[in-house]
Nanobody
Framework: QVQLVESGGGLVQAGGSLRLSCAAS????????MDWYRRAPGKQRGLVAS???????TYAGSVKGRFTISRDNAKNSVDLQMNGLKPEDTAVYYC?????????????WGQGTQVTVSS
């Protein structure tokens, strides 16, 4: 049973920084893609940043230049460094990972971690 566990959320003032971490357990394989999504109050969940084996990371336009995603394949983990936080970054952040087996895609989600940015 693959589980993703996030940590590092919390309350921070605007302009501050937080680092989110996500560690996978129960897997014996490397994930194809590892991502961070977020759901702000009253909005749908959206992709924040994604990193795929062999490709450059991609970011949502609203966080480009402020957030950095990184992964450690040996540890099956992915981090999100968030700098210059804004109140509009307030959301529940979810770690996501996907893998392909026999042309079937499998998706895994963490339970979410709250990030609150005060003005």
């Amino acid at each position: 049973q693959v589980q993703l566990v996030e940590s590092g959320g919390g309350l921070v003032q605007a302009g501050g920084s937080l680092r989110l971490s996500c560690a996978a357990s129960g897997s014996t394989f490397s994930f194809y893609a590892m991502d961070w999504y977020r759901r702000a109050p009253g909005k749908q969940r959206g992709l924040v940043a994604s990193i795929t084996n062999g490709d450059a990371p991609t970011y949502a336009g609203s966080v480009k230049g402020r957030f950095t995603i990184s992964r450690d394949n040996a540890k099956n983990s992915v981090d999100l460094q968030m700098n210059g936080l804004k109140p509009e970054d307030t959301a529940v952040y979810y770690c996501h990972a996907s893998t392909w087996t026999n042309r079937v895609r499998y998706d895994y989600w963490g339970q979410g971690t709250q990030v609150t940015v005060s003005s």
